[in-house]
T-cell receptor, first 113, second 114 residues
Framework: EDQVTQSPEALRLQEGESSSLNCSYT??????LFWYRQDPGKGPEFLFT???AGEEKEKERLKATLTKKESFLHITAPKPEDSATYLC??????????????FGQGTTLQVKP | GAGVSQSPSNKVTEKGKDVELRCDPI?????LYWYRQSLGQGLEFLIY????????KSGLPSDRFSAERTGGSVSTLTIQRTQQEDSAVYLC????????????FGSGTRLTVV
């Protein structure tokens, strides 16, 4: 069964304290791995797509990396405005051929000034 | 419109009543998705519409749930005889195709069944 597990569930950092969020996945053929940011009361906002092991993407203080079993979202020198829930999702190759995503439960990040 | 619009933003209903949730996707997006986000749970896929193709209903949890998409645009998710376990945030997303990087989510409808 296709599955996505994120850790930790919650993370508290001081402003400037770098860290990483983990996303482990098992999928019958990876079509893509996605990172989203979700603020309270809002829908998820797209951050990155990764397609193959070894791929990296960067955006401001965030960098996403991908291996055959997991992805990391590295946050360098975070600021309070980076506080949010970060969601990881995978899209699997399958007979249905849809854009359906399988999401992890998310990591809630709090960055204190 | 500029984004995916969902209405209502909040809905409180009594157990056993029917509810309708509306999603207005981004103009020109052919794919539309419904997801459910329960407290402490990840987003759960419900249903997918793509153009004129038959929808993928594989995620609908029971026959009390149904959805339609009229004219390739607006979609309505209907929950009949609501139960307390239906309480969740229902999120709609749209994209140009079945490639998920194009997903844009709405802000969701928070449904509370009392």
């Amino acid at each position: 069964e296709d599955q996505v597990t994120q850790s930790p569930e919650a993370l508290r950092l001081q402003e400037g304290e770098s860290s990483s969020l983990n996303c482990s996945y098992t999928v019958s053929g990876l079509r893509g791995l996605f990172w989203y940011r979700q603020d309270p009361g809002k829908g998820p906002e797209f951050l990155f797509t990764l397609y193959s092991a070894g791929e990296e993407k960067e955006k401001e203080r965030l960098k996403a990396t991908l291996t055959k079993k997991e992805s990391f979202l590295h946050i360098t020198a975070p600021k309070p405005e980076d506080s949010a829930t970060y969601l990881c999702a995978v899209q699997a190759h399958g007979s249905s051929n849809t854009g359906k995503l399988i999401f992890g439960q998310g990591t809630t990040l709090q960055v204190k000034p | 419109g500029a984004g995916v619009s969902q209405s209502p933003s909040n809905k409180v209903t009594e157990k056993g009543k029917d509810v309708e949730l509306r999603c207005d996707p981004i103009s020109g997006h052919t794919a539309l998705y419904w997801y459910r986000q329960s407290l402490g749970q990840g987003l759960e896929f419900l249903i997918y519409f793509q153009g004129n193709s038959a929808p993928d209903k594989s995620g609908l949890p029971s026959d009390r749930f149904s959805a339609e998409r009229t004219g390739g645009s607006v979609s309505t998710l209907t929950i009949q005889r609501t139960q307390q376990e239906d309480s969740a945030v229902y999120l709609c997303a749209s994209s140009h195709s079945d490639r998920a990087y194009g997903y844009t989510f709405g802000s969701g409808t928070r449904l509370t069944v009392v």
